[in-house]
Every structure is written in structure tokens, then in C-alpha cells.
T-cell receptor, first 117, second 114 residues
Framework: EAQVTQNPRYLITVTGKKLTVTCSQN?????MSWYRQDPGLGLRQIYY???????DKGDVPEGYKVSRKEKRNFPLILESPSPNQTSLYFC????????????????FGPGTRLTVT | DQQVKQNSPSLSVQEGRISILNCDYT??????FLWYKKYPAEGPTFLIS?????DKNEDGRFTVFLNKSAKHLSLHIVPSQPGDSAVYFC?????????????FGSGTKLNVKP
């Protein structure tokens, strides 16, 4: 079954304790992305990756890191979490659009609800 | 500054009637638009899309309309069913340096009453 998986689904942690949220897809997608969802703000992109070893900042990258060492995995790292990073996080993947007339939707994971106290 | 806006946080519709969800955008470089549906405790799932070369795309009960001059997108659901109750996100993308970045609206929560 084609899917994007995220772990953990729920996480409660304390300020400053490093954590990693894993994301994995089995569709051989080049493009992967992390979003956070906050009330009234919708989905905001944190980081994205076009392919292995190629990553770039999204709209809200502060306080986050990512890596893309393998095509299927795109972990999100919070080196020193703070309460303002309490949010619902989604990982997504898609084929990479390289020509103007190619269109691909993103596939989303089930989400990770993070609470930082 | 949000480039994709959904100004109605919620919408309530009677079963069997039409649901119309609206979305506005500001970036004229957007050329691909999508609607996603999200149930509680699940990730968004793709519903329907439209490219900027079209003004309408239909898939069963779902139709998306694009008005480029007004920078406006709408999703019509006819007839609405209780199972359509969910949060709907509008999204847009533009080809930028061979990357495919998606911009999302804040979502509209649709409630279809039996």
C-alpha cells in the first residue's frame, strides 16, 4: 500500500529536550516536505527536499532541522524544542515537478501531535 | 503574508444541497491548484485539482472552478452528504527553479447536516 508514515503520532516533551520525528514514504517520491498546522493558519511549510541531500527552508524553518540521506526518509529534528513549537506536524511526499505541464499532488502522513511544556 | 486565503472558517449545509467552498490567491505565478480534505486524526487527502489552463474540472460530485482574472478558486459539492463533513484546504503551487512548493489556505470546516 502506498503510504507516508510518521512516528511518533503523539509526543509530549519538555523545553530543550532534543527530539526527532521520523517520516518515511514507499512511493519512490523525490519531493518531501514538512508542514505544521496551527489554528487559523492552515498548513505552513517548514522545510522541503527535492531529492537526496537537497533540502531548503520553507516559510517557518526557525527551530527545526532536516536531513535527507535516503530517498524514502525525511526526519524532522527539533534540537531544543520550545512551547511555541507545540503543533500538529505533517510530512508529505510527491513526485518532483520538472516540466510545466506535469502536475502531482502531495501525499500526507497521518500527523504527529507535539506538545512542548 | 498568506498567498492563499480561505476566508470562511466554517460552513454548514443541509444534506442533499450544494456546498460551495471558496479560496482566493494573490500570486499570479500559481499555475496548479488543489483541494484537500481532512478528517480528524488523519492527514489531508487529495480531492481534486485544476491547472491554470482550465477553468473547470469535474470529478463525480466534486467540481472545481478557477477564475484567473479574479484570482479565485471554488469547490462545489453536489449533492452534499454527511460523510463530506471535514476540513477542506485549498492549495496552490508554481514552478520555481524546478522545485514544487505548495501554499495552503487556512481551511474551511464543512458540516453537512442530515
Amino acid at each position: 500500500e502506498a503510504q507516508v508514515t510518521q512516528n511518533p503520532r503523539y509526543l509530549i516533551t519538555v523545553t530543550g529536550k532534543k527530539l526527532t520525528v521520523t517520516c518515511s514514504q514507499n512511493m519512490n517520491h523525490e519531493y518531501m516536505s514538512w508542514y505544521r498546522q496551527d489554528p487559523g493558519l492552515g498548513l505552513r511549510q517548514i522545510y522541503y527536499s527535492m531529492n537526496v541531500e537537497v533540502t531548503d527552508k520553507g516559510d517557518v524553518p526557525e527551530g527545526y532541522k532536516v536531513s535527507r540521506k535516503e530517498k524514502r526518509n525525511f526526519p524532522l529534528i527539533l534540537e531544543s524544542p520550545s512551547p511555541n513549537q507545540t503543533s500538529l506536524y505533517f510530512c508529505a511526499s510527491s513526485l518532483r515537478r520538472v516540466i510545466r505541464t506535469s502536475y502531482y499532488e502531495q501525499y500526507f502522513g497521518p500527523g504527529t501531535r507535539l506538545t512542548v511544556t | 503574508d498568506q498567498q492563499v486565503k480561505q476566508n470562511s472558517p466554517s460552513l454548514s449545509v443541509q444534506e442533499g444541497r450544494i456546498s460551495i467552498l471558496n479560496c482566493d490567491y494573490t500570486n499570479s505565478m500559481f499555475d496548479y491548484f488543489l483541494w484537500y480534505k481532512k478528517y480528524p486524526a488523519e492527514g489531508p487527502t487529495f480531492l481534486i485539482s485544476i491547472s491554470s489552463i482550465k477553468d473547470k474540472n469535474e470529478d463525480g460530485r466534486f467540481t472545481v472552478f478557477l477564475n484567473k482574472s479574479a484570482k479565485h478558486l471554488s469547490l462545489h459539492i453536489v449533492p452534499s452528504q454527511p460523510g463530506d463533513s471535514a476540513v477542506y484546504f485549498c492549495a496552490a503551487s508554481a514552478v520555481k527553479d524546478n522545485f514544487n512548493k505548495f501554499y495552503f489556505g487556512s481551511g474551511t470546516k464543512l458540516n453537512v447536516k442530515p
